[in-house]
């Protein structure tokens, strides 16, 4: 049986090894832990931790276009988070979003849409992020009949 590449992760990263023994021997919450393993990820692997962290390269390119693949912690852990059980161990979503930005993944912002609209996704269909930190909310602008400026989102990715 192949090993989960987060387990493989863990197991073979001894900062990551250690910032987990850390973090497990406090007397904290799941939820507390997640949210102390969300500040001391993006600190330790430099990860962007909202998304006016992210230093972009291409903003000098005369061709840029305004977008960017790149994504902070928060919003791969807010889409993560979203499209999770209800049960999931929140530290392993806060993981899981850390080993995405590291390694090249993103969730899929078409799976995100098809959970809250199931095959009838709008036309320009808009995902906003609110919140700070771990505590991100995936919002749909569209749905609540707001601007994503209204709903508080920090960032607002359009699809389709």
């Known amino acids: ?10 197991n073979t990263d001894k900062k990551l090894n250690d910032l987990i023994i850390e973090i497990e021997s406090t007397e904290k919450t799941l939820t507390e832990k997640a949210e102390i393993a969300f500040e001391k990820l993006s600190e330790l692997y430099k990860i962007p ?8 390269e291409e903003l000098d390119d005369d061709d840029f276009d305004g977008v960017t693949d790149q994504r902070s912690l928060f919003e791969e ?5 979203y499209l999770a059980d209800e049960d999931e161990d929140p530290r392993g979503m806060v993981l899981s979003a850390a080993f995405h930005l590291l390694n090249d993944y993103r969730v899929d912002l078409f799976q995100v849409a ?4 199931g095959k009838n996704i709008p036309e320009k269909c ?3 992020i609110k919140g700070e930190g771990y505590n991100g909310e995936v ?10 400026i209204e709903l508080g ?8």
């Open 77 to 81: 852990h807010a889409l993560i988070k």
């Open 1 to 10: 049986m192949e090993q989960n590449p987060v387990e493989h992760w863990i």
């Open 126 to 128: 808009r995902i906003g």
């Open 153 to 160: 989102c920090k960032i607002m990715k359009q699809i389709n």
């Open 49 to 56: 931790r909202m998304p006016t962290d992210i230093e972009d």
């Open 139 to 148: 919002v749909f602008p569209q749905k609540e009949t707001k601007s994503w």
């Open 114 to 117: 098809e959970k809250e609209f």
